[in-house]
């Protein structure tokens, strides 16, 4: 994500630009269906990459079907290109997963529908889609185990992300696997730390469940999260990367915080809005995890 009020208007225009971008390049691809899963982790490496590898930036602007009052800028590249293909594959497994693991109407429907394409991708990029495959499997068996080591699922997702950080082999092949399996680390780990309560109320897989029952998951969290941006902006910094820069930066060094913040936030409204109204401590979890004490 983008820190807006840390950023210049021309910029934010441009990051806008490039997320219509891959969205427009999914819709064609694909279909307006694929475009649904669309997020800001592609949008970022279709921005990283056509900076670093300069590509010229063709812009468009048209009426957009999800905005038809306004005229929306987009801009193409061949990195944009290839985001728009990660994007498709990385949603595509996690719904393939969800159909395998709880049988949904709905995951079975996309599975179905886009199964063709998803093979057609995975042959245009073998080592990306092969990382994929050897991740959802991984990290099934890992949850039916209910591995409580907090590295092993996040360390799964990084090395994935770290193969779709590289479109290609060359001399920034290495800095680029590096900032991909640390912002992986930190997107699973924030990931998580969003769903615990959740996850606690459902029974789903969590590796934090044990640590906010004890109440030292907000002592660990931002140590852990901090490390993670470390490794990813000491990755990038080792790039040269003009294009674009203040923009990258805003996202690395401030805009990932955006959600943590909004997260961390919401918790302690809540927990402070339930120890108010109860005259006691929140409890610190879900009953259903056994751990829970609560004292007046």
């Known amino acids: ?10 910029d934010e225009e441009k990051y806008a630009a490039y997320y219509c971008g891959v969205c427009t390049v999914m819709r064609h691809r694909y279909g307006h269906l694929s475009a649904v899963g669309l997020n800001y982790d592609c949008t970022f490496l279709a921005v990283l990459l056509s900076s670093l590898y ?33 994007n498709f594959l990385l949603e595509y ?16 429907l996309f599975v179905l529908q ?31 185990r209910n591995d409580a080591d907090v590295e092993s699922a996040a360390t799964l997702t990084g090395r994935a992300i770290a ?5 290609k082999e060359d001399a920034w092949s290495e800095n680029l696997r590096q900032m991909g399996f640390y912002l ?15 996850d ?21 969290i931002r140590v852990w999260l901090k490390m993670m941006m470390g490794g990813c902006c000491r990755a990038f910094e080792a790039l040269p990367v003009l294009q ?21 936030r919401a918790r302690r409204e809540r927990q402070d809005g339930a120890g108010k109204g109860s005259g006691r401590r929140p409890v610190s979890c879900c009953r259903r995890c056994g751990g829970c004490r609560q004292s007046s």
């Open 114 to 144: 886009f199964r063709k394409k998803a093979r057609r991708v995975g042959k245009k990029y073998p080592r990306q889609t092969r990382a994929l495959r050897e991740y959802i499997e991984k990290l099934h068996r890992l949850e039916q």
């Open 1 to 10: 994500m983008i820190n807006r009020p840390d950023l210049k208007v021309r």
């Open 200 to 220: 606690l109320r459902s029974g789903n897989y969590n590796p934090f469940k044990k640590l906010y029952c004890e109440g030292k998951l907000e002592e660990n």
């Open 244 to 264: 674009n820069e203040e923009l990258l930066r805003n996202i690395l060094y401030s805009g990932v915080w955006v959600k943590y913040m909004q997260i961390s």
């Open 93 to 108: 497994y996690n719904i393939e997963d969800d159909w395998i693991d709880e049988k949904k109407p709905a995951a079975g």
């Open 184 to 198: 992986g680390k930190f997107i699973y780990w924030m990931d998580a730390y969003d769903d615990v309560e959740k």
């Open 54 to 86: 300069e590509e010229p930036e063709k812009v468009y602007e048209n009426h957009c079907p999800h905005h038809p009052a306004t005229r929306r800028k987009r801009i193409l590249t061949p990195s944009v290109k290839y985001a728009a293909d990660m």
């Open 163 to 167: 193969e779709i950080f590289v479109r």
